[in-house]
């Protein structure tokens, strides 16, 4: 099946500097991708919806000039969290839709996650 | 969006068949049911999806009820890796793409 990776898998940042984490699709192409964050124990929070070429959509409550969304490529979105704070420690996990398959019971596959944690 | 129900969690003794229930009394004509699972510390994967026939395929089957009003996910011998958090996801043919998730089932593995 189709993979989606992610770098880096876990990082460990100070205070007030800012995150990149990829979210490649390795064997697809993949015009939308999505960027969740999951705290502990609780469910995944759809974070925004990454398009390919075109701004990204931010869900209501998430914002856009702290999570920087960049999707330059059909097989690459990027997500910069600038201004790291303690609580922005979570899990980050990106997911994304075969191009082609769309809404019709198509697939959506998740990245592995990238675990952030801000001193 | 249309809601599911899922109980928060559930027990299964390792290598019996587990039946996971989902309940979507408000499913619309062009939801498809799916199911994702979370093992510890990683993404959600992809389980099964159906729109109105049971579906069967290696990991798991669909079984959909009459009305659609309900479905269950069945595991039909359960083993230790198979201790995750199972998501009943309705996804419309006709919007976007997004999956907004539940809280899921919690499933434990007894050895």
């Known amino acids: 099946g189709a993979v989606v990776s992610q770098h880096p898998s876990r990082v460990i940042c100070k205070s007030g500097t800012s995150v990149k984490i990829e979210c490649r699709s390795l064997d697809f192409q993949a015009t939308t991708m999505f960027w969740y964050r999951q705290f502990p124990k609780q469910s995944l929070m759809l974070m925004a919806t990454s398009n390919e070429g075109s701004k990204a959509t931010y869900e209501q409550g998430v914002e856009k000039d702290k999570f920087l969304i960049n999707h330059a490529s059909l097989t690459l979105s990027t997500l910069t969290v600038t201004s790291a704070h303690p609580e922005d420690s979570s899990f980050y996990i990106c997911?994304?839709?075969?191009?082609?398959?769309?809404?019709?019971?198509?697939?959506?596959?998740f990245g592995p996650g990238t675990r952030l944690t801000v001193l | 969006d249309a809601k599911t129900t899922q109980p928060n969690s559930m027990e299964s003794n390792e290598e019996e068949p587990v039946h996971l229930p989902c309940n979507h009394s408000?499913?619309?004509?062009?939801?498809?049911i799916h199911w994702y699972r979370q093992l510890p510390s990683q993404g959600p994967e992809y389980v099964i999806h159906g729109l109105t026939s049971n579906v069967n395929n290696r990991m798991a089957s669909l079984a959909i009820a009459e009305d659609r009003k309900s479905s269950t996910l069945i595991l039909h011998r359960a083993t230790l890796r198979d201790a995750a958090v199972y998501y009943c996801?309705?996804?419309?043919?006709?919007?976007?793409?997004?999956?907004?998730f539940g809280k899921g089932t919690r499933l434990h593995i007894l050895p």
């Open positions: 996801i309705l996804r419309d043919l006709n919007r976007d793409d997004k999956i907004i």
């Open positions: 408000t499913i619309s004509g062009t939801d498809y």
């Open positions: 997911s994304a839709t075969e191009e082609g398959q769309g809404v019709l019971g198509g697939t959506q596959y």
